[in-house]
């Protein structure tokens, strides 16, 4: 899977802008300090964005609980991109699903 697809879904769905360049390292540690910063300033948007990604409450709440030493928004970091990445997979295996229908049989 190509970082940039990553990004690229990142950017959209949160309406920020990391540059596509980014490894998957700097992808995750500035998205680690975008979410601290909805954290602190607008956390009803940060709930917005983590409906709208489809990231999973109960796994998300569970890893809080369980590592309340560790800076949330990694961990929230860490989910919306496991969640993005999905989505890509997702993706990528239905459009080849698609594409490997028979011509006759496709409407």
Do not use: C
């Not at 975008?34 to 917005?48: A, E, G, H, P």
């Not at 928004?73 to 229908?101: C, H, M, P, Y």
Request: glycine content about 0%; cysteine-free; overall charge negative.
């Amino acid at each position: 899977m190509k970082n940039t697809e990553l990004i690229q879904l990142l950017n959209n769905e949160l309406a920020i802008e990391l540059p596509e360049k980014n490894t998957y390292k700097e992808t995750h540690a500035q998205l680690s300090d975008y979410i601290n910063n909805l954290i602190k300033s607008d956390f009803d948007r940060l709930l917005t964005y983590l409906y709208r990604i489809d990231v999973n409450e109960q796994k998300l709440k569970k890893l809080l609980q369980q590592f309340p030493q560790e800076d949330a928004g990694n961990i929230i970091a860490s989910l919306i991109i496991e969640r993005q990445e999905q989505k890509i997979k997702t993706r990528q295996l239905f459009s080849r699903q698609v594409n490997d229908i028979d011509e006759e049989e496709k409407w």
